[in-house]
């Protein structure tokens, strides 16, 4: 409870402390408007265009209920990736055959193609939500494994002897010495498998099913509605920032404050 507190508490300096960031956002959308003008608005609409289309469509209640859609599925895979693969990563981190077991696996995980997993998905559970959350699952697991797996492979030797020396009580190990070295590993992975399941989902949905965000895309694509199509890119991209830098970050900022 204090430690949520000291988030909400924190919050506002840590909004102000992002202007850098909003420069270059306004940055990206005026180079955005500037290939408008070169290119025409077939090609990129404008800004303008594109927010006045994302207004109109946000007051749509079938486009929120695509959004929605994309929301649980995303939500879904990536929290059985981050409990699965944080768990069997930190796992297999304390056991060094484990952890040499667990490579090959990851590897081939790591390298088998989206696209590929997508189309066995289909075939093994049809067009439907089961082919896209068992998508993301698959492409987000190898990522948090690896980070909760090299956290636990990287703890400091002697840090462990110290709080042995000590005989810190178990809890105190945990939240004090061991928690703070694995998070600063474990949170990048967490935030990187978020940034993969996002992508991955829209791309299952767009090939898999006939609802959700990335349904929505390929029928912008096959309309040649450009400015519909840049609205939806818009909504994945905001919905990305949203979850990683208002509600991750402060979190991250707060656990790793013994950096500082």
């Known amino acids: 409870m204090k430690f949520t507190l000291k988030i909400l508490k924190d919050f506002p300096a840590y909004l102000w402390s992002g202007w850098g960031a909003i420069a270059s956002i306004l940055l990206f959308i005026a180079l955005w408007d500037m290939g408008n003008q070169i290119y025409g608005n077939l090609v990129l ?7 006045a289309t994302l ?9 929120i209920a695509e959004i929605k859609t994309t929301l649980y599925r995303a ?5 059985i990736s ?39 998905a289909m075939i093994w559970f049809g067009m439907g939500d089961e ?5 993301v699952i698959v492409a987000s697991f190898p990522i948090i ?9 990287t703890l400091d030797g002697d840090l462990k002897e110290m709080a042995d020396s000590f005989k810190l009580p178990w809890h105190m190990k945990f939240f004090d010495v061991y ?20 992508k991955i ?36 991209i905001g919905s990305l920032m949203f979850v990683e830098y208002i509600i991750l970050e402060p979190i991250k900022r707060e656990v790793e404050l013994w950096r500082s």
């Open 131 to 135: 082919t896209v959350i068992f998508t």
């Open 145 to 153: 494994f690896v980070g909760a797996l090299q956290g636990t492979r």
């Open 201 to 236: 989902v829209v791309m299952a949905e767009l090939l898999a099913t006939s609802n959700g965000i990335g349904a929505s895309l390929a029928v912008a694509r096959s309309q040649l509605d450009t400015p519909t199509a840049l609205a939806l890119v818009v909504i994945m």
């Open 55 to 63: 207004v109109a469509m946000l007051g749509d209640e079938m486009v």
């Open 179 to 198: 928690f703070p070295h694995i998070f600063s590993y474990v949170f990048p992975a967490w935030v990187s498998g978020l940034g993969m399941a996002w």
């Open 75 to 79: 939500s879904i895979g990536f929290g």
């Open 45 to 51: 609409p404008s800004p303008l265009e594109t927010f």
């Open 82 to 120: 981050l409990v699965v693969g944080s768990f069997f990563g930190l796992l297999a981190g304390f056991f060094a055959t484990a952890s040499m077991m667990s490579r090959p696996i990851v590897t081939i995980l790591v390298g088998m193609p989206p696209i590929a997993w997508i189309v066995l």
